[in-house]
């Protein structure tokens, strides 16, 4: 009896599942991304607080830990990047997610002192794009080596590293900035964070999910 050949897994798949992370470059043209950063700045009154003190798994099986920072709805330009069919195809191929669905977005407003301690996203985040609006941004923490650590286990690291965890293991992840590529990395699946902010920050953040 004849059996169905397996199918050859794509190279990006298995370099995706392997980091957890790619960077998608010629998706966003510089008109575009200033179309994007000025709608941000007009939008900044309409910011909505984002802090919590605890640390906790979610039912999705995400994990938080204490944050503050606030998040910007979406305008216009913010939604058609989320939903662009261009954008969703490139980053299918380049994450070897062929079942990828856009979720929405949004724009995260980062203050003075303003930080996310370690956690992962929503379940709906398979994968997570960020886009920094603004240059030199620092850098997210980011910990491969965690990449589908249980809850549990996340509360063990917090508990021994802190919410801002450093050391062997614990390493960071930049986002583009008016280069015309945007950052996909694992968001439900590898643990990130962001220390206190010395100034202002505005970071894209947009979610799609696995099918």
Known sequence: MDTEAPVERLPARTAW????TAVVPGVLEPDRFKA????????VGLFAPHVHEHTAAHRDGSF????????????????????????????????????LIPRG???????EGDFQGLHTDSVKSTVT???ALTEDLPPMGWAPKLLGAFPDRLGEVVTEHGIFPEGEG???????????????????HVPHWRRPMKS????????????
């Open 17 to 20: 599942e392997e980091t957890g």
């Open 64 to 99: 938080a830990s204490p944050v503050h920072c606030g998040f910007i709805p979406p305008g216009p330009a913010l939604e058609a990047l989320a939903y662009d069919k261009a954008l969703l195809m490139a980053l299918r191929e380049a994450t070897g997610i062929p079942r």
């Open 200 to 211: 202002t920050g505005l970071l894209v953040t947009m979610s799609f999910m696995d099918l």
């Open 105 to 111: 977005g949004a724009v995260v407003l980062y203050r």
């Open 36 to 43: 994007l950063a000025e709608e941000a700045h007009g939008r």
């Open 170 to 188: 614990f390493t960071t992840l930049a986002h583009p900035y008016g280069d015309g590529s945007v950052r996909a990395f694992a968001g439900y």
């Open 129 to 131: 794009v960020a886009v």
